[in-house]
């Protein structure tokens, strides 16, 4: 049986929906993009799923009273690939992709106008999130849930202490005015996992009457992560073909000595190594930008990123005694960076697969921002009994 209620936007392929669990029940959930609720569909389906433009959904639609509204809003006006050009507004004319945050939270207001605000709200964006348009982003959504009553607070967590992926991403956590939130999960400053210098700068620089309704969440240190980024590697992917050798030696070729000096100090280690390269444009001695492969043999993934707009795919170079092969990351390693189950759909074609992986928030993140924050917070709501007065 569900124990919880929650609205899911920008839901994507439902991985928010993943990470939270069965003990949650969705009653509302909404995408613009038609292949993201596609897979939203045929992993979840889609009797509460609306899919359209956020702007476009009326409060009527948003049925009952919820425990929690999450909200993983568009990133790319907040991170480097969209030039950090920002929310802008509720007003304002400029329109961006993140600035759907503004509509959504339209609906929140309208709800609360109806007594019906969702008993906790969780916004996820990336670490730009923090600095866009030198912080005013940041004060926007603090200011915009500190006026409808929620006192919140915001961590910094990484999906490597989860998954063997570096993937640095911002969480909002709001509670409800009139909800208690049990004396072990506020304290009284920040911790040095959670809580980032960019996100104490941020937070100093909130107006006073906002920073008022401002919590430290104290959020559990996770167990330590037992896989690498080696383990997730398939040795016969689907939906990808090995490079050829020369596709391989171009890789090489456009690494810089230092790049190259971790690739022979990996053939020489006489076993196998998987490490993860990324094409990335840098300037060269003479200030002119070229095109650089950088690798990393960490047993950690970059950040997954999305190949639409310019960012380029995770190609995986595996090193095994004398000889190096690489090819793209497959879908499904893709989708195993993110936490979701082998089980779990993915859409057929690689760039959708792909896109719907490293647009999403990684399910482990979600999962344990619940069963440490959002479950005892409601639990401890639940468990307060009701006086009857006596005739």
Known sequence: ?????????????????????????????????????????????GDHLIEGDVAEIDVEQLPGTADLAWASFPCQDLSLAGDYRGLGSATSELKTRSGTFWPFWALMKDLNAEKRAPRLVVLENVFGALTSREGEDFA????????????????????RHFVPQSRQRVFFIAVAAGLDVPLALAADGPSRLWHPPALLQAQARLPVAVRE?????????????????????????????????????????????????????????????????????????????????????????GCLRTPRGGSSRQTVLIVCGETVRSRLLSPREAARLMGLADDYKLPRRYSDAYHLAGDGVCAPVVRHIAANLLEPILQATRRVPILIAAE
């Open 140 to 159: 926007a959504i603090c200011s915009a849930l500190s006026y409808e009553g929620y006192r919140f607070g915001a961590v910094v967590m990484d999906a």
């Open 213 to 301: 309704n401002w919590m430290w969440w104290n959020l559990n240190t996770p167990a330590r992560r037992n896989t690498g980024f080696s383990d997730i590697i398939e040795d016969d992917p689907v939906g990808v073909r090995w490079h050829t050798q020369s596709e391989t030696r171009r890789i090489l070729d456009l690494m810089t000595p230092l790049n190259r000096a971790k690739v022979d100090a990996a053939l020489q280690a006489n076993r196998r190594i998987v490490g993860g390269v990324y094409r990335r444009t840098r300037p060269d001695g003479n200030g002119i930008r070229r095109q650089r492969a950088e690798v990393r043999f960490d047993d950690i993934s």
């Open 1 to 45: 049986m569900h124990g919880f209620t929650f609205y899911e936007f920008f839901a994507g392929g439902g991985m928010a929906r993943a990470g939270l669990g069965d003990g949650w029940n969705c009653v509302f959930a909404n995408d613009f993009d038609t292949m993201k609720a596609s897979a939203y569909r045929a992993n979840w389906g």
